[in-house]
């Protein structure tokens, strides 16, 4: 038992044994392994915080990256916003500091063309902060782009008082307590007008278009709790539009004080910072209000730039670098100046579309500066054979005179062949220019339907032989043309509808220019017209230029034009900086060289000056031809009335300016001095100089006066078919003595070969020396009017009523029966004082196709010459005719002894006896009388003494000039004296009682 039990205790004890040992294999086993386990999770975790040190420092590696990459973005963007805060209209008001970072940004609010600003603080901080967006905002803007409206009641404007200089360009208003009801109802007005007229459904804002159709207008409310509550329902509301509105017409409002919407812009001002939502809240560090004196001084430069404008471009920009190189095959182009705030050059170009321009403007808006800008682009690309210019000038000045030869500059333009300057009291002269235009319209018309062509340059293209040059005429104040009701303004609207609706076809452009064509009244219903002018330009303030939603030139400064190639509709505008063309040494430069480079055949321009007088002609043809005048026309054709052997060719002057009125009868005389003898009759006092210096300058002209016109009267009226041309001229014929009647002379004479040129002083004594009120006017074939009213012509001229024709100086009307169907305005000729003074030349007899004139013929005794009726025996039968038997001959030529020459007074054997020489037989008296008998003066004299023309002296009697006395005669029926009376001005003559 005992053995058994100590078996099983061995067996316990060896089984405990091995499980021990069992036991402490596998807890050593796991120890191992613990230790393995310990060892992995030391080596994972020193892993990890190895993994978490390297993440870590990549991520702050990445963040410091991060970082300065940020930063650098800030503060390039810092920069950028700097920079483009004026060009984008944001006003800056401060600072404000990034988070996280210590990059400092501008503060920066929308205001113009976004919203608008309202201020709530402290009133002295936020007056402060409002002058201060004021001030960025004139700076931010172009001069004159921002007008400002200030209400201010509580200091009457005192509170922006640094901002009163901009008044002197109209660019701020001051409104007064009072005033603010009417002030929000004018912006509501001015709101309703955009929308209505400028952006009229096609834009949502003014932001949108191009130019702006009006300046910015920023409205300064610095009201407070009593203008608050001032405030009626009414101007509340008006004020609600204004803020709702505003912005989109360009209408901000900038203020404090008053209840506005909360869907203004606010800005909170404390404690020295201001927050704004537009900037996220941000505290704003307020940048330092300026000083009074700074903001005077910026708006008196601004004012300064608004009213002077932006710097023009040069003109020498404008110019080729080589000259005459372009065609006008197909239109021509040339720039006037750059697109404002490019340097992009714009060009005004005519050609099949657009073919006419209308250019606008008020005076001093620089209408004729771009005209020059643009001829003088035209002028260095286009040759004269591609070009032709007709220039007029309404206004009182010379501004195109300068492209016209003249006495200091002999150059001209070589494109221009005509030039009308101080035209404004010569409409005639525009007529005249479309008249041309017409007709040479109509010559290219043939030409092309002869080689089948529709337009210019199809016709070019068939004719290359032939210069067919693109025309541009130029008519500046062209509305002064069209004034009146009358004849020319009818005729040129006529000229003008066809020309603008067929010289496109033919290369014949018209610009017209002109203050503002809406009160032409002559254009009235005529839409046809203006619509041809699709080329518009209009200069600052030009009105009816444009279309009439179109207020661009309302806004545009100085020095700018807007350019608009689609009839003047809003989105074809451009705006264009004009250079200053008019810098006449630059032009003279220009001008010069284009001058030597033309052909040496190209003639000069004609030149009309309505204020030069014209001169009367050198020379004349050889048929009796009057020359009176200068018609006003392109061809500077004389006005003549030819002396035809035909009933009524007798010419009236008619009118009681004297010195207009001698002028047309000398030069009418001296231009007929070769073909026909001459008996000047002088009836007024106040023509005596002209006429005696009328009668010397004509070759043997006899002289009449009060007391022997009847005896010429008498004389003429004994006609002879085979007489000569005899051509009386007559000075106030409405003065002679009674018992003289002219109708004789008048209605017979003509066909007879004698011509009446006469002066009467009013058409009812005209007609009175016709037979009457009720006679026949047929005797005059030609009449000019000086200072005679048009009804008063009416029994003359054709037109019922007479001729629209009020009196003008320097200026007179003429009619010619026999050539025209109305009358015309002509220029009387001034006569230099040397053709008075040195006789006209005759033609050889040979050129006359004749023998020399009657008068200057020999006849035999008892013959008559032209109507000088001689006696019986060769004496003459009146105290004017020439005695038969000499023969005179030209004024230079000497007569054998005893003949005298024909004008020149000479004794026997070929003496001269003309005042300044000296005669044999004694010396001269103290009035140049000769002592010894023998005649001093320019008339033709007999042998022995005696006179053969006006101053007619009887055979073997010796006389004198000047009414003096002779010895030993009776007195002759003109106040002169023969032998022994006494003269009137007392002259002691040898042998002759005082």
Not at 300 to 328: E, H, I, N, Q
């Amino acid at each position: 038992m005992a053995g058994a039990r100590s078996r099983l205790v061995a067996e316990v004890r060896e089984s405990l044994a091995a499980a021990r040992g069992q036991a402490r294999a596998a807890s050593a086993l796991a120890e191992s392994r613990r230790s393995a386990a310990h060892a992995v999770l030391r080596a994972v975790r020193d892993a990890h915080l190895a993994c978490v040190n390297r993440l870590g420092a990549q991520r702050e590696r990445a963040r410091r990256s991060i970082e300065a990459d940020f930063v650098a973005s800030a503060r390039r963007l810092a920069g950028s916003l700097s920079s483009l805060a004026p060009d984008h209209t944001l006003i800056r008001l401060g600072t404000v500091t990034a988070p996280g970072c210590d990059v400092v940004l501008p503060a920066l609010v929308p205001l113009l063309d976004r919203g608008h600003l309202w201020f709530t603080g402290p009133p002295s901080r936020v007056d402060d902060l409002v002058r201060l967006v004021l001030l960025r905002v004139l700076s931010a803007a172009a001069p004159g782009s921002v007008r400002l409206t200030v209400y201010d009641p509580e200091r009457l404007g005192g509170t922006l008082s640094g901002f009163a200089p901009l008044g002197a360009a109209s660019l701020v208003r001051f409104v007064g307590p009072g005033e603010f009801g009417s002030m929000m109802d004018e912006l509501v007005a001015e709101i309703q007008r955009l929308n209505a007229l400028v952006l009229a459904g096609g834009h949502t804002s003014v932001a949108s278009l191009s130019p702006r159709p009006a300046p910015w207008q920023v409205v300064v409310l610095l009201g407070d709790a009593a203008t608050a509550a001032e405030l009626t329902p009414a101007v509340r509301a008006q004020l609600d539009r204004v803020l709702r509105l505003g912005p989109s017409c360009g209408i901000h409002v900038v203020g404090r004080g008053l209840p506005v919407d909360s869907s203004v812009t606010r800005v909170e001002v404390a404690d020295g910072v201001a927050r704004c939502a537009a900037v996220a809240d941000l505290p704003i560090t307020l940048d330092a209000a300026p000083p009074v004196s700074a903001i005077a001084a910026c708006c008196r430069d601004v004012a300064t730039a608004a009213a002077s404008g932006p710097p023009a471009a040069s003109f020498a920009d404008l110019l080729p670098a080589s000259r005459w190189t372009s065609l006008a095959t197909f239109g021509v182009s040339a720039p006037v100046g750059t697109l404002l705030g490019s340097s992009t050059p714009v060009s005004l170009s005519l050609g099949d579309d657009p073919p006419h321009a209308l250019i606008g403007g008020p005076s001093g808006s620089g209408k004729t500066n771009l005209i020059y800008a643009w001829l003088g682009a035209l002028c260095a690309r286009y040759s004269p054979d591609e070009l032709a210019l007709y220039l007029l000038d309404f206004k009182e000045g010379v501004s195109f005179a300068r492209f016209a030869p003249s006495q200091r500059d002999p150059s001209w333009l070589p494109h221009v062949r005509l030039v009308g300057v101080n035209i404004n009291n010569d409409r005639e002269f525009g007529l005249a220019l479309l008249r041309h235009l017409a007709a040479e319209l109509r010559r290219r018309a043939a030409a092309a339907k002869s080689f089948d062509a529709t337009k210019l340059s199809e016709l070019r293209a068939e004719d290359p032989t032939s210069p067919w040059p693109r025309i541009v005429a130029v008519i500046d104040e062209f509305q002064v043309l069209l004034t009146g009701r009358d004849a020319v303004t009818t005729e040129s609207v006529a000229l003008l509808e066809d020309l603008a609706r067929r010289g496109r076809s033919q290369g014949i452009h018209l610009v017209l220019a002109s203050q503002d064509v809406s009160g032409i009244e002559a254009l009235w219903g005529r839409a046809g017209l203006v619509a041809q002018f699709t080329l518009r330009v209009a200069l600052p303030k030009a009105r009816r230029i444009l279309a009439e939603t179109n207020l661009a030139a309302e806004t545009i400064p100085r020095c700018t034009a807007v350019v608009n190639a689609d009839s003047g509709v809003t989105p074809a505008n451009r705006v264009v900086r004009v250079p200053d063309a008019s810098d006449r040494a630059l032009w003279r430069t220009l001008q010069q060289s284009l001058w030597e480079q033309r052909r040496p055949d190209a003639p000069s321009p004609r030149l009309f000056d309505g204020d030069a007088v014209p001169l009367l002609p050198r020379s004349f043809g050889v048929e009796p031809v009057a020359f009176l005048g200068e018609t006003i026309d392109v061809d500077a054709r004389p006005a003549v009335f030819p002396l035809t052997r035909v009933p009524g060719r007798n010419l009236s002057v008619l009118g009681t300016r004297t010195g207009d009125a001698c002028a047309i009868l000398t030069a009418a005389a001296l231009s007929l001095s070769t073909t026909a003898r001459f008996s000047v009759v002088c009836l007024d006092d106040s023509a005596l100089a002209s006429a005696t210096a009328l009668a010397l300058a004509l070759p043997g002209a006899d002289f009449f006066d009060r007391s022997t016109v009847g005896s010429l009267v008498a004389s003429l009226e004994v006609f002879s078919p085979a007489g000569g041309p005899h051509v009386v001229v007559g000075f106030a014929w409405d003065a002679r003595p009674p018992g003289v009647d002219l109708k004789a002379v008048l209605s017979r004479g003509p066909e007879n070969g004698i011509h009446m040129l006469g002066w009467w002083r009013t058409v009812a004594r005209l007609r009175d020396d016709l037979g009457g009120p009720g006679a026949r006017t047929d005797a005059i074939g030609g009449w000019v009017a000086l200072d005679v009213h048009g009804p008063d012509l009416s029994s003359l001229a054709p037109q019922p009523g007479g001729p629209t024709w009020y009196p003008r100086d320097r200026r007179a009307l003429f009619f010619d029966r026999s050539t025209d169907r109305s009358p015309q305005v002509i220029v009387p000729y001034e006569i230099p004082a040397d053709r008075l003074t040195a006789r006209p030349t005759a033609l050889p007899a040979q050129s006359r196709g004749a023998q020399p004139p009657d008068d200057d013929a020999p006849l035999p005794a008892g013959q008559q010459s032209n109507g000088d009726a001689r006696a019986p025996g060769g004496e003459p039968a009146n105290g004017h005719a020439r005695l038969p038997g000499y023969q005179p001959i030209d004024d230079d030529a000497r007569l054998p002894s005893g003949q005298p020459p024909n004008g020149d007074t000479r004794l026997a054997g070929g003496q001269p006896t003309n005042d300044d020489a000296r005669l044999p037989s004694g010396p001269p008296t103290d009035d140049g009388r000769r002592s010894g008998g023998q005649p001093t003066t320019s008339h033709t004299r007999l042998p022995g003494g005696q006179p053969t023309n006006s101053d007619t002296r009887l055979p073997a009697l010796q006389s004198s000039d000047d009414d003096a006395r002779i010895p030993g005669g009776p007195p002759t029926d003109d106040d002169r004296r023969l032998v022994g009376q006494p003269s009137d001005d007392d002259a002691q003559v040898p042998g002759g009682p005082r």
